[in-house]
């Protein structure tokens, strides 16, 4: 990421918490909430990358966004590897102005 702006108006903060969610769609939804996606989000990895590779073209993102993501250990456990797959999202999204923080 380059240099962190001076003021905090310069980021946003999304929560996605994942508490009780244990699949893949379910995942997606919550996604698509936190982020206030639109009804055409394909509720999948390529389309949650592209919506967050771009953090300016979510509403209400003022050009930063701080991805706050709880309760995520119970989808850990029970999708190990679906899991991974969203660690690799995010982990792409921090390129791209995303600052990821797994609460």
Same mark, same amino acid.
């Given at each position: 990421m380059?240099?962190?702006?001076?003021?905090?108006?310069? =980021?946003? @903060?999304? @929560?996605?918490?994942?508490?009780? @969610?244990?699949?893949?769609?379910? $995942?997606m939804?919550?996604?698509?909430? #936190?982020? !206030?996606?639109?009804?055409?989000?394909?509720? %999948? =990895?390529?389309?949650? #990358? !592209?919506?967050?590779?771009?953090?300016? /073209?979510?509403?209400?993102?003022?050009? &930063? $966004? +701080?991805l706050? @993501?709880?309760?995520?250990? /119970?989808?850990?456990? &029970? !999708?190990?590897? /679906? =899991?991974?797959? #969203?660690?690799?999202?995010?982990?792409?999204?921090?390129?791209? %102005? +995303?600052?990821?923080? $797994?609460?």
């Amino acid at each position: 990421m380059s240099g962190l702006p001076a003021s905090p108006a310069d =980021w946003s @903060v999304r @929560v996605i918490d994942l508490d009780g @969610v244990t699949d893949k769609a379910a $995942l997606m939804e919550r996604c698509a909430a #936190a982020l !206030d996606l639109p009804d055409w989000f394909g509720r %999948n =990895w390529d389309a949650l #990358a !592209d919506a967050l590779g771009d953090p300016g /073209q979510l509403p209400d993102v003022a050009g &930063r $966004l +701080v991805l706050v @993501v709880t309760g995520w250990e /119970q989808f850990r456990r &029970r !999708d190990p590897e /679906q =899991w991974e797959t #969203a660690l690799d999202v995010f982990g792409q999204a921090s390129a791209a %102005n +995303v600052l990821l923080s $797994l609460g």
